[in-house]
């Protein structure tokens, strides 16, 4: 049950790109093609999922015991850029096709504050290690939803009639407020 | 590239929020009122005059293949310190920007400018850029916030702005979808076709 609440408050409620602002770069960035959106979704969800855990451990059972918290931002996104790489590498040894699917995705994610960010909020939320990796999964989801429904938009976007003024990327953030928007009406539901 | 320019190009010609759409993560997630766009912008501008200084000291010394986790490593070390210092002695501030202190080290602005001004050019002019771009940053957040702060809550720095009707209990009818989520998106969306008409003519 408890479970099934933090996947639904990750999802809908608190919606990693419309509610919290994480990972706006992408979610601008990626999202003109649904194809292109849900190779980015499948990416983060990879390496937020692994991040989390990895972040976790560190935070737990590295620099706590050592009393080094200060170092946590430092730590974690020093991690996270190693990670990516390895993922990178390993990707390209073991699986090619999953490697020419997301492969160009994977070093635009080091910058991608949503991966930090959910790292953090995963310490700061006082999650279990089996409750952390849930809220990451969720996340994810969450912003591969964001994010293709946005992509989805935006392809009918580029066929409308727009001001001229507004053409582009004005347009864009104020379909992504109505869209925040209709993501509000979840409040509450937990 | 003279002094004045390097200066004052971060406001509307390479404005890095409202024409390069660098770090909007920040500038949509804290600008709920015009101080805390302030507070952002000026704890950013800090780490950004720093790590370009750092950088452009020790350019020479960092092998061409690591610079990016060097620079990273540098950038961190000042958010931490930014981090610290801001709960010390702005406890409340800090509460209100939570998350996004530590996020200072993934914004685009920074690693941007330490890779494509820092690592090539002398000390001095490289804190003048990071000055000049941290001013460019807080003016586009603290406008954002202000925004937001006059429309949703009717007030600019707390200070009330008499711009509503009231009701019948004295308090101002606002639009209080601006200091929401969705108001973050709309606001940012107007500024931009705005900025970008000023830029051009």
Same mark, same amino acid.
């Given at each position: 049950?408890?479970?099934?609440?933090?996947?639904?408050?990750a999802?809908f409620?608190?919606?990693?790109?419309?509610?919290?602002?994480?990972?706006?770069?992408?979610f601008i960035g990626?999202s003109?093609?649904?194809?292109?959106?849900?190779?980015?979704?499948?990416?983060?969800?990879?390496?937020?999922?692994?991040?989390?855990?990895?972040t976790?451990i560190?935070?737990?059972?590295?620099?706590?015991p050592?009393?080094?918290?200060?170092?946590q &931002?430092i730590?974690?996104?020093? @991690?996270?850029?190693?990670?990516?790489q390895?993922?990178?590498?390993?990707?390209?040894?073991?699986?090619?096709?999953?490697f020419q699917?997301l492969?160009?995705?994977?070093?635009?994610?080091?910058?991608?504050?949503?991966v930090?960010?959910?790292?953090?909020? &995963?310490?700061?939320?006082?999650?279990s290690?089996?409750?952390?990796v849930?809220?990451a999964?969720?996340?994810?989801?969450?912003?591969g939803?964001?994010?293709?429904?946005?992509a989805?938009i935006?392809?009918?976007?580029?066929?409308?009639?727009?001001?001229?003024?507004?053409?582009?990327?004005?347009?864009?953030?104020? @379909?992504a407020?109505?869209?925040?928007?209709?993501?509000?009406?979840?409040?509450?539901i937990? | 590239?003279?002094m004045?320019?390097?200066?004052?190009?971060?406001f509307?010609?390479?404005?890095?929020v409202?024409?390069?759409?660098?770090?909007?993560?920040?500038?949509?997630?804290?600008t709920?009122?015009?101080?805390?766009g $302030?507070?952002?912008?000026l704890a950013?501008?800090f780490?950004?005059?720093?790590?370009?200084?750092?950088?452009?000291?020790?350019?020479?010394?960092?092998?061409?293949?690591?610079?990016?986790?060097?620079?990273?490593?540098?950038?961190a070390s000042?958010? &931490?310190?930014?981090? $610290?210092?801001?709960?010390?002695?702005?406890?409340a501030?800090?509460?209100?920007?939570?998350?996004?202190?530590?996020?200072?080290v993934v914004?685009?602005?920074?690693?941007?400018?330490?890779?494509?001004f820092?690592?090539?050019?002398?000390?001095?002019?490289?804190?003048?850029?990071?000055?000049?771009?941290?001013?460019?940053?807080?003016?586009?957040?603290?406008?954002?916030?202000?925004?937001?702060?006059?429309?949703?809550?009717?007030?600019?720095?707390?200070?009330?702005?008499?711009?509503?009707?009231?009701?019948?209990?004295g308090?101002?009818? &606002?639009?209080?979808?601006?200091?929401?989520a969705?108001?973050?998106?709309?606001?940012?969306?107007?500024?931009?076709?705005?900025?970008?008409?000023?830029?051009?003519?």
């Amino acid at each position: 049950m408890e479970i099934l609440t933090i996947i639904i408050l990750a999802v809908f409620v608190n919606n990693i790109v419309l509610a919290q602002f994480l990972g706006i770069c992408p979610f601008i960035g990626v999202s003109k093609k649904i194809d292109t959106a849900i190779g980015m979704s499948g990416a983060v969800l990879f390496v937020m999922t692994l991040a989390t855990i990895v972040t976790y451990i560190i935070r737990y059972y590295v620099l706590e015991p050592f009393g080094l918290e200060f170092l946590q &931002t430092i730590s974690f996104i020093l @991690v996270i850029a190693a990670l990516v790489q390895m993922v990178e590498i390993i990707l390209k040894k073991v699986s090619p096709t999953l490697f020419q699917a997301l492969g160009i995705f994977l070093p635009l994610i080091t910058t991608n504050c949503a991966v930090l960010g959910v790292a953090i909020l &995963t310490i700061n939320g006082n999650y279990s290690l089996i409750g952390g990796v849930v809220y990451a999964i969720a996340n994810a989801i969450g912003f591969g939803l964001a994010l293709i429904i946005f992509a989805g938009i935006r392809e009918h976007l580029d066929l409308m009639e727009v001001p001229k003024g507004m053409r582009g990327v004005p347009i864009s953030f104020i @379909v992504a407020g109505i869209l925040a928007l209709a993501f509000m009406g979840f409040a509450g539901i937990v | 590239m003279s002094m004045k320019e390097t200066l004052t190009k971060g406001f509307f010609k390479e404005n890095p929020v409202f024409i390069l759409l660098l770090g909007l993560c920040p500038t949509l997630g804290v600008t709920t009122s015009a101080a805390n766009g $302030l507070g952002m912008g000026l704890a950013t501008a800090f780490v950004l005059i720093m790590s370009n200084l750092v950088v452009s000291l020790i350019k020479s010394q960092i092998p061409d293949k690591v610079r990016i986790p060097a620079f990273i490593v540098i950038i961190a070390s000042f958010v &931490t310190i930014v981090d $610290l210092v801001m709960n010390a002695y702005v406890p409340a501030l800090h509460a209100q920007l939570g998350l996004f202190i530590p996020l200072i080290v993934v914004n685009c602005v920074v690693l941007g400018r330490a890779e494509a001004f820092a690592s090539k050019n002398t000390v001095f002019s490289s804190m003048i850029d990071g000055l000049g771009m941290g001013l460019g940053f807080t003016f586009a957040l603290t406008l954002l916030g202000a925004v937001r702060e006059i429309l949703g809550s009717s007030a600019l720095f707390g200070f009330n702005i008499p711009i509503y009707p009231l009701d019948e209990g004295g308090s101002p009818i &606002t639009m209080i979808v601006f200091v929401l989520a969705p108001g973050a998106f709309i606001g940012l969306g107007y500024l931009i076709s705005i900025m970008n008409k000023i830029s051009k003519s």
